[in-house]
């Protein structure tokens, strides 16, 4: 069965400092893999996805994630993080079956 | 911009009562899902419909059943209401043509339900 490891459950970063989140992802074929964001009591919004092609993803609000076949990875990286980014970052894997999500990492932005 | 929209943010009922939550989408998409989220443990699929009266159990359907009437309209309902289904349920929808897990997922704002 297809699974989704999101390993830090919580993270504190200060503003202006850069930000990886990490996921790693179970399935062996090449997978369909989603970072979701939640700001607190919304629903979750995508920031970007990873089909095939380039194995670097630029998303909205300036997060890119990087594929890694080797690791099972595809980790998700800004260079600067703002106070609004404080939220629950969930990565996600699809496919031929239903999306599967990590737990998901608190992401605390100090000023 | 796709628009999905639950019918409550928050709820108290008691626990036996019978709860019906509602979802509805814009966009003319095909698939529509119901989750529920729950600290610790991400989000968990309840039901999901690729079509019009049709529904597809998730990973923990017991307890819940769904209705699809009309393509945008997505309910679940809790026959009987217990304590163990407080929780925020979040409903998305997705394009069609191509299998759920293949495609964006657009969530609404979600509905708090807290069962005393």
């Known amino acids: 069965a297809q699974s989704v490891t999101q390993p830090d459950i919580h993270i504190t970063v200060s503003e202006g400092a850069s930000l990886e989140l990490r996921c790693n992802y179970s399935?062996?074929?090449?997978?369909?893999l989603f970072w979701y964001v939640q700001s607190p009591g919304q629903g979750l919004q995508l920031l970007l996805k990873?089909?095939?092609?380039?194995?670097l993803v630029q998303g909205i609000k300036g997060f890119e994630a990087e594929f890694k076949r080797s690791q099972s990875s595809f980790n998700l990286r800004k260079p600067s993080v703002h106070w609004s980014d404080a939220a629950e970052y969930f990565c996600?894997?699809?496919?031929?079956?239903?999306?599967?999500f990590g737990k998901g990492t608190k992401l605390t932005v100090n000023p | 911009d796709v628009k999905v929209t639950q019918s409550s943010r928050y709820l108290v009922k008691r626990t036996g009562e019978k709860v019906f939550l509602e979802c509805v989408q814009d966009m003319d998409h095909e698939n529509m899902f119901w989750y529920r989220q729950d600290p610790g443990l991400g989000l968990r699929l309840i039901y999901f419909?690729?079509?019009?009266?049709?529904?597809e159990k998730g990973d923990i359907p017991e307890g819940y059943s769904v209705s699809r009437e009309k393509k945008e309209r997505f309910s679940l309902i809790l026959e009987s209401a217990s304590t163990n289904q407080t929780s925020m349920y979040l409903c998305?929808?997705?394009?069609?043509?191509?299998?759920?897990?293949?495609?964006?997922?657009?969530f609404g704002p979600g509905t708090r339900l807290l069962v005393l």
């Open positions: 996600t894997q699809g496919g031929s079956e239903k999306l599967v």
């Open positions: 990873y089909f095939s092609g380039d194995t």
């Open positions: 998305a929808s997705s394009l069609g043509g191509l299998a759920g897990a293949q495609e964006t997922q657009y």
């Open positions: 399935y062996g074929a090449t997978p369909y």
């Open positions: 419909s690729y079509d019009v009266k049709m529904k």
